[in-house]
């Protein structure tokens, strides 16, 4: 049996997904946890086929977690409806917090069982694209937090959303323009996005031109595979597949990347006007401070994450590389300089209306300067420790 995850805060959109892959696809069901009772202590399941509900059950929170309850509720589900053999496609169709990632992992851990994990969906407007990105409101207070301690960002979680899925189903939406499109295309443009909900369905080649494929186009991309590992890879700091320069329609992304250091309180300094230069931006950077220590930088909405994403590869000894994943150390092959190995910073920064100009002199205002280069790493480490509160 085929599983394919349709994810996303869009609903409507996500809905809209869900539908044509069950018509498109005979002999599918969709799978939906609703995790909005979970502040009462359950999570409602709903198992559906095209042409209505076909079973409902509540499943009791785990550690207090709407989440944990998900994962620990689908897998049995899933091997309910493979043994049955009654069933060609299973459809999970995500809550509109849920992020892809950790769902598409459970499943594929257990594929083999009756069941094979192939496609993995988001489903977005356009329209609500920007609003997304700029809403830094967390969960908790949008109503959509998954637990009691859920933390997140409403902008957060739709980024990491849209970027994890390898195929975007893009709704027909009359209220998007071309900066939206833009900015959809700047923000993943690796993604296979294929046109559903209207009579324009098709797939969208990335040139502006679509082809037809009719009712089931979206799952014959549904269903090409997924390979969670490399999903996994594309989205670490260390060998994240990142967005290349571009300038469409009004929106803009800046790719900058420098072989030095940032001294860590001019860049600590410059954080607020860095965040909030562009809607998203993500990538690694090298800190003075902390020189054998690669360092993620994930923005959106206004709110930024910096943490610890493991050591440079040039910080560790030859007979640890042989530990490190294949694609590291492809990634870190790329990069190598002969006097620092792996360690450089590697941004990018998309937004509408970006000033590409202003927030690159910024960004060389951070760096250390020649002659703080030239003192060498055990005066790096004397620096004031700015970062410290978050690593």
């Known amino acids: 049996m085929d599983v394919v995850i349709v994810g996303g805060l869009h609903a409507a959109a996500r809905r809209a997904a869900v539908d044509e892959l069950l018509a498109g696809v005979p002999g599918s069901v969709v799978l939906h946890h609703d995790l909005s009772s979970a502040v009462r202590g359950t999570v409602v399941r709903t198992v559906r086929d095209a042409t209505g509900v076909l079973s409902t059950g509540e499943t009791p929170l785990v550690d207090d977690c709407a989440c944990c309850a998900l994962r620990e509720d689908l897998v049995p589900e899933l091997h309910r409806l493979a043994d049955a053999g009654l069933t060609r496609l299973a459809v999970v169709e995500l809550w509109d917090s849920v992020e892809p990632k950790a769902m598409a992992e459970v499943v594929a851990a257990h594929a083999g069982d009756g069941f094979v994990l192939s496609g993995v969906v988001t489903a977005v407007d356009p329209a609500l694209l920007l609003p997304c990105l700029g809403n830094g409101d967390d969960l908790m207070d949008a109503g959509l937090a998954a637990a009691p301690t859920d933390r997140r960002t409403v902008a957060d979680t739709w980024a990491r959303q849209l970027e994890y899925a390898r195929v975007l189903a893009v709704a027909d939406s009359a209220e998007a323009d071309d900066e939206d499109r833009a900015l959809l295309t700047q923000l993943h443009p690796t993604a296979h996005r294929v046109a559903i909900a209207g009579s324009g369905s098709g797939t969208d080649t990335g040139t502006g031109s679509r082809t037809r494929t009719g009712g089931s186009g979206l799952a014959a991309v549904a269903l090409a595979g997924f390979d969670v590992q490399a999903a996994a890879a594309a989205q670490h700091p260390a060998c994240a597949l990142l967005p290349a320069e571009a300038d469409e329609r009004g929106v803009a992304t800046l790719v900058w990347r420098r072989e030095r250091p940032f001294h860590p309180e001019r860049l600590f300094a410059a954080l607020e006007d860095l965040t909030c230069a562009a ?106 420790a700015a970062f410290d509160a978050f690593l």
Not at 309 to 329: E, F, H, T
Not at 353 to 359: A, C, E, F, I, K
Not at 366 to 376: M, S, V
């Open 279 to 384: 809607v998203r931006s993500r990538g690694r950077f090298w800190l003075a401070g902390h020189p054998d220590t690669l360092l993620g930088w994930d923005a959106a909405g206004g709110a930024l994450c910096v943490e610890s994403a493991g050591p440079w590869l040039a910080s560790l000894p030859d007979a640890a590389w042989d530990l490190v994943p294949a694609v590291r150390r492809v990634a870190a092959a790329l990069d190598w300089h002969p006097e620092h190995g792996d360690r450089r910073t590697h941004l990018v920064f998309t937004s509408p209306g970006l000033d590409r100009d202003g927030l690159e002199r910024l960004l060389e205002s951070c760096l250390l300067t020649d002659e703080e280069y030239a003192a060498g790493r055990d005066a790096w480490k004397r620096l004031p």
